[in-house]
């Protein structure tokens, strides 16, 4: 999955990077005083003689010393960097000087280095490297930090300085980013209730330490259910298994001390493959069940419950806030704008998809009938089946496919495009300290040989590890404090191979490799002054446009040529591969809009309700999609129970961005088509000047406009999922 870590942009409050944290609290006014400020030195003073994070990184480009980081750092290093980060904003808020951009909005996003640094170490760490001590330790810190930022949100001192920043902005001199800065930071205390009573803030305060818990619970229920699934295969039950899953099934087995046996597990690159090929009817619903069920076993890990406490409180906030319900607060500050726009677009796909779905499935009916096969056609049958179908129609199998993806090509090939479009280079770094030996890191040096950040790459699922993909960092960029370069992640869950055997990637998986590139270039290539306005730190539906754009260049033939190479002769894929593969590229498109869709229609069904009473999880569900006329045989891409992108994420309501963003990067990639050169100059610079480099400094629709020359249309989305006439 396409997933970006979530950020929460706010003036002097970039630094929370990771939490799924929103909303404010009541003020708790502080004195500061000579006394507590040198009690605070005291305390870093004596931290710095042990504490990794109160000490100088005397590492490469300044990264995180996994080596000298221990469990035991982290929370002494948490109270000391919010109790100074405390002290930083009372100073800023209580200051005798007159109210300027200097004095109070640049001072605010210079506030809390050190817990910046702590917090990205650590949730990036909890999130790839889970323990039962981690995870208590997150419980913890959840709602320490929510009360945190609720107290500097809900300060009326400090907004009252920032307001009238705010009022004089247009006549102060300021330069257009310290515009957007200030007004940015107004309107997100405001939807923060700033402007609420002092009653209504300790209630808003509540709900929201009581979300960043439950929030923080259902994330680890989630991975503590997927782990607890496992399929173990003996030699007999391989029947239909490429030689790839059949290789990463026996390591995964290996790995748990079982000999002469293969383990499947619920990461996606694990049984997706083998709900596709396997034979074993039997097996697959097994799979696909366990695929289905996480986080909805009636176990320890069950997150129905949640789910009904995450709405319900939402719902309160929104009105508590002035908004109709939590959908209408969330998209009152997105490109969308509004929930109507958001649904316009779902069910302006949503009738094609259906259609094309049934089309799909008339096929498979088909095949299934041809091969005398007697049973109903269910969910656990569609991937199967559809792969048969593929091969007959389209002559093309994916294990063939496969063989031509290896994890090494695929990486210099996304290299290669972000070369050609922005004239970046690569080196690998063997000497900067890793939290898991498995992770890569290059320096990053634009067309002049400047370093422009470290990328660092984490490709492989672990049971310490959460599932799916996403793009997260360790710093972002930013030039208040300094020419500071960005240090960026990617993570993905592909299966580790046998040692001495090429990683292999699904077509699926590649594009998801560029996908997270894409984010990944959008922190790399961020060129801004102030961390609030820093790369990622944009509305959910334009994060994921850089991303999606980018996931374009996989495809073409000219890219494929090159690295799309057989793991075993190095060959090229044939051109008459090449041509099937695209003769075959919106085959299934139904299925994966109806899924995908079903998934956004419950998320935007979920958070428009006003009022949340005994809510039954799986009957919600079951109603929403009847409603719409799901086809029985497609369920969701994401159940609520194990839905992270709305109950863990920042995607609440916002699950909808993925296809908003969609529109944008079809449209936009059409760009280099009509240029007739993939790696135009003129629409790579425009490119970069106008999405990748700008972060949040830039209204969105004029960015793309800037990029694309006019506004977006929805006619390239649909052409390319074969929805359109």
């Known amino acids: 999955m396409k997933l970006i870590k979530p950020t929460f942009p706010?003036?002097?409050?970039?630094?929370?990077?990771?939490?799924?944290i929103t909303g404010c609290s009541k003020p708790q006014q502080t004195t500061v005083d000579q006394q507590s400020a040198d009690a605070v030195e005291q305390t870093t003073a004596e931290l710095a003689q042990e504490n990794p994070f109160f000490q100088e990184w005397n590492t490469p480009f300044s990264t995180p010393p996994f080596e000298q980081i221990e469990n035991a750092h982290f929370m002494p290093a948490f109270e000391a960097?919010?109790?100074?980060?405390?002290?930083?904003?009372?100073?800023?808020?209580?200051?005798?000087?007159?109210?300027?951009?200097?004095?109070?909005?640049?001072?605010l996003e210079l506030a809390g280095e050190k817990l910046g640094r702590v917090q990205r170490v650590f949730f990036n760490v909890a999130n790839t490297e889970s323990t039962?001590?981690?995870?208590?330790?997150?419980?913890?810190?959840?709602?320490?930090?929510?009360?945190?930022?609720?107290?500097?949100?809900?300060?009326?001192?400090?907004?009252?300085?920032?307001?009238?920043?705010?009022?004089?902005?247009?006549?102060?001199?300021?330069?257009?980013?310290?515009?957007?800065?200030?007004?940015?930071?107004?309107?997100?205390?405001?939807?923060?209730?700033?402007?609420?009573?002092?009653?209504?803030?300790?209630?808003?305060?509540?709900?929201?330490?009581?979300?960043?818990?439950?929030?923080?619970?259902?994330?680890?229920?989630?991975?503590n259910d997927t782990r607890a699934f496992t399929l173990t295969l003996s030699e007999g039950d391989l029947a239909g298994l490429p030689d790839s899953v059949i290789n990463a099934a026996a390591a995964q087995a290996k790995s748990r001390g079982l000999e002469d046996k293969y383990v499947i597990t619920l990461n996606r690159s694990s049984v997706q493959p083998f709900l596709q090929f396997s034979e074993r009817r039997d097996l697959r619903q097994q799979a696909f069940e366990g695929w289905a069920k996480r986080g909805d076993n009636d176990n320890e890990f069950d997150n129905k419950g949640i789910i009904e406490q995450i709405v319900g409180l939402r719902a309160q906030r929104a009105q508590l806030l002035g908004f109709?319900?939590?959908?209408?607060?969330?998209?009152?500050?997105?490109?969308?704008?509004?929930?109507?726009?958001?649904?316009?677009?779902?069910?302006?796909?949503?009738?094609?998809?259906?259609?094309?779905?049934?089309?799909?499935?008339?096929?498979?009916?088909?095949?299934?009938?041809?091969?005398?096969?007697?049973?109903?056609?269910?969910?656990?049958?569609?991937?199967?089946?559809?792969?048969k179908v593929r091969k007959s129609r389209f002559n093309l199998d994916q294990s063939e496919v496969t063989q031509y993806f290896e994890l090494n090509n695929m990486i210099e090939a996304q290299f290669y495009v972000a070369t050609k479009l922005f004239g970046l280079t690569f080196e690998e770094r063997f000497d900067i300290p890793l939290y898991n030996p498995v992770v890569r890191t290059w320096e990053v040096k634009d067309a002049n040989g400047e370093t422009v950040g470290i990328f660092y790459g984490d490709y492989y699922a672990r049971e310490s590890k959460r599932s799916g993909a996403w793009m997260s960092a360790f710093r972002m960029q930013q030039k208040l404090a300094g020419d500071v370069k960005p240090l960026i992640l990617n993570n993905m869950n592909l299966n580790k191979p046998a040692?001495?055997?090429?990683?292999?990637?699904?077509?699926?998986?590649?594009?998801?490799?560029?996908?997270?590139?894409?984010?990944?270039?959008?922190?790399l290539l961020s060129d801004v002054t102030y961390p609030t306005l820093s790369g990622t730190n944009v509305p959910r539906d334009w994060v994921e446009f850089p991303a999606q754009i980018y996931e374009h260049f996989i495809a073409q033939p000219e890219i494929l040529q090159q690295f799309a190479r057989h793991y075993q002769t190095n060959e090229p894929m044939p051109e008459e591969l090449l041509v099937r593969i695209k003769e075959a590229s919106t085959f299934n498109q139904g299925f994966a809009t109806v899924e995908?869709?079903?998934?956004?229609?419950?998320?935007?069904?979920?958070?428009?309700?006003?009022?949340?009473?005994?809510?039954?999880?799986?009957?919600?569900?079951?109603?929403?999609?009847?409603?719409?006329?799901?086809?029985?045989?497609?369920?969701?891409?994401?159940?609520?129970?194990?839905?992270?992108?709305?109950?863990?994420?920042?995607?609440?309501?916002?699950?909808?961005?993925?296809?908003?963003?969609e529109i944008l990067d079809a449209d936009g990639f059409d760009a280099f088509l009509e240029a007739n050169d993939i790696f135009d100059e003129q629409t790579s610079q425009k490119l970069y000047d106008f999405v990748f480099s700008r972060g949040d400094t830039?209204?969105?629709?004029?960015?793309?406009?800037?990029?694309r020359g006019r506004a977006p249309t929805t006619d390239a989305l649909l052409r390319n999922r074969g929805l359109s006439d």
């Open 10 to 20: 706010l003036a002097g409050l970039a630094l929370f990077v990771g939490l799924s």
């Open 81 to 107: 960097a919010i109790e100074e980060h405390k002290q930083q904003v009372e100073r800023i808020a209580n200051a005798d000087s007159l109210p300027t951009f200097d004095n109070t909005l640049a001072q």
């Open 132 to 223: 039962d001590e981690l995870q208590a330790l997150q419980r913890t810190l959840s709602p320490i930090l929510t009360r945190h930022r609720n107290e500097i949100l809900t300060n009326d001192a400090l907004f009252t300085r920032i307001k009238t920043v705010y009022e004089t902005r247009n006549s102060s001199g300021l330069n257009a980013e310290q515009v957007r800065l200030t007004e940015r930071t107004h309107d997100d205390f405001v939807r923060a209730g700033a402007n609420l009573s002092d009653e209504d803030k300790a209630t808003l305060a509540t709900i929201n330490e009581q979300l960043s818990s439950l929030t923080t619970q259902f994330g680890q229920n989630v991975l």
């Open 324 to 387: 109709e319900h939590h959908s209408d607060y969330v998209l009152s500050n997105a490109m969308a704008a509004t929930p109507e726009a958001a649904m316009d677009l779902l069910l302006k796909v949503w009738e094609p998809a259906v259609a094309k779905a049934e089309q799909e499935k008339q096929w498979i009916l088909e095949l299934m009938a041809s091969e005398g096969v007697e049973h109903e056609l269910e969910p656990w049958d569609w991937r199967y089946y559809t792969e």
């Open 499 to 523: 040692e001495g055997e090429p990683t292999l990637l699904s077509y699926g998986d590649a594009v998801t490799l560029f996908h997270e590139f894409g984010h990944a270039l959008h922190g």
């Open 596 to 661: 995908f869709t079903a998934s956004a229609l419950v998320d935007m069904a979920y958070h428009q309700m006003t009022e949340v009473e005994s809510l039954d999880v799986r009957a919600f569900e079951d109603k929403v999609l009847t409603e719409y006329g799901k086809p029985d045989e497609i369920i969701m891409r994401h159940r609520s129970t194990h839905f992270g992108h709305i109950f863990s994420g920042g995607y609440s309501s916002a699950y909808y961005a993925y296809m908003w963003s």
């Open 698 to 707: 830039l209204d969105y629709t004029e960015a793309y406009i800037g990029f």
